[in-house]
């Protein structure tokens, strides 16, 4: 008998070519679905929350199935971790609602960006980190990531230009800290555009540059146009924390 099943899953992106499946690439969503269609005998079909880019890694993606196995959750958890490569890791998979929908069913994201700007190399977090040449000013970009909040058309950020559905999204909290050499950009919204997040990063580090005023960043919003808005920033340095 088929179950609907929720899992929690963790993975390092610097190797795949993102969340989505794609013939003859490593993917994550490729990974796991070749694990589980291992399990259950059968082809297997998972949905992701969302789509992280090639490079970005997640601490908590959610995802949903249907499994016709004779495994506990906790069991197919086992399983999964027997087989999926270091890089991946199931953290928890929970018997969900008949209804339940990965994608959905999601109401909010957070994403979290990290920025090193010390003078040593960061041998150890160098995967997860986007190193800058110069110190850029957080209070600067904290005054522009106040107008990026709320509900826009995010067009200008968005990195696909041949969008056709709405571009509108609603980003309710932009937080940027910094801790010792390490700068963190949080987003927490409804959801996000194709390389949005790094776009947002790559333009408030234009504005700690000095290269973009933060009071322009209205013009760039209105603007909708992904020429007017700063670079995409790399995907090392971007993480998807959690699922809501």
Same mark, same amino acid.
């Given at each position: 008998?088929?179950?609907?099943?929720? /899992?929690?899953?963790?993975?390092?992106?610097?190797?795949?070519? #993102?969340?989505?499946?794609?013939? #003859?690439?490593?993917? !994550? +969503?490729?990974?796991?679905? $070749?694990?589980?269609?291992?399990?259950?005998?059968?082809?297997?079909?998972?949905?992701?929350?969302?789509?992280?880019?090639?490079?970005?890694?997640?601490?908590?993606? =959610?995802?949903?199935?249907?499994?016709?196995?004779?495994?506990?959750?906790?069991? @197919? %958890?086992?399983?999964?971790?027997?087989?999926?490569?270091?890089?991946?890791?199931?953290?928890?998979? %929970?018997?969900?609602?008949?209804?339940?929908?990965?994608?959905?069913?999601? =109401?909010?994201?957070?994403?979290?960006?990290?920025?090193?700007?010390?003078?040593?190399?960061?041998?150890?977090?160098?995967?997860?980190?986007?190193? &800058?040449?110069?110190?850029?000013?957080?209070?600067?970009?904290?005054?522009?990531?106040?107008?990026?909040? #709320?509900?826009?058309?995010?067009? $200008? /950020?968005?990195?696909?230009? %041949?969008?056709?559905? $709405?571009?509108?999204?609603?980003?309710?909290? @932009?937080?940027?800290?910094?801790?010792? $050499?390490? !700068?963190? /950009?949080?987003?927490?919204?409804?959801? /996000?555009?194709?390389?949005?997040?790094?776009? &947002?990063? #790559?333009?408030?580090?234009?504005?700690?540059?000095?290269? !973009?005023?933060?009071?322009? @960043?209205?013009? !760039?919003?209105?603007?909708?146009?992904? +020429?007017?808005?700063?670079?995409?920033?790399?995907?090392?340095?971007?993480?998807? @924390?959690?699922?809501?």
């Amino acid at each position: 008998m088929q179950r609907n099943y929720k /899992f929690t899953i963790a993975y390092d992106g610097t190797r795949f070519f #993102g969340w989505e499946r794609q013939p #003859g690439r490593d993917t !994550i +969503q490729g990974k796991l679905e $070749s694990v589980l269609s291992r399990l259950q005998g059968s082809p297997v079909e998972l949905t992701g929350a969302g789509r992280t880019d090639a490079g970005v890694h997640a601490r908590a993606m =959610v995802a949903s199935v249907r499994l016709d196995v004779r495994r506990s959750p906790e069991e @197919i %958890r086992d399983y999964m971790n027997r087989y999926l490569p270091d890089d991946i890791a199931v953290k928890e998979v %929970r018997e969900a609602s008949e209804r339940f929908h990965a994608r959905y069913k999601a =109401v909010g994201k957070l994403y979290r960006y990290t920025c090193y700007d010390g003078p040593v190399k960061p041998v150890f977090q160098r995967k997860y980190v986007s190193v &800058l040449e110069k110190r850029p000013d957080v209070e600067k970009m904290q005054q522009a990531a106040a107008y990026l909040e #709320g509900k826009h058309d995010y067009k $200008s /950020f968005c990195g696909n230009p %041949r969008m056709k559905k $709405s571009t509108v999204r609603v980003v309710d909290k @932009i937080e940027i800290t910094r801790k010792g $050499s390490f !700068i963190y /950009f949080d987003f927490h919204g409804t959801g /996000f555009l194709q390389n949005m997040v790094r776009i &947002l990063v #790559g333009t408030l580090l234009e504005v700690g540059k000095g290269k !973009i005023k933060p009071e322009q @960043i209205p013009e !760039i919003l209105e603007a909708k146009n992904r +020429q007017m808005a700063g670079p995409t920033a790399p995907a090392q340095g971007l993480c998807l @924390i959690k699922v809501d």
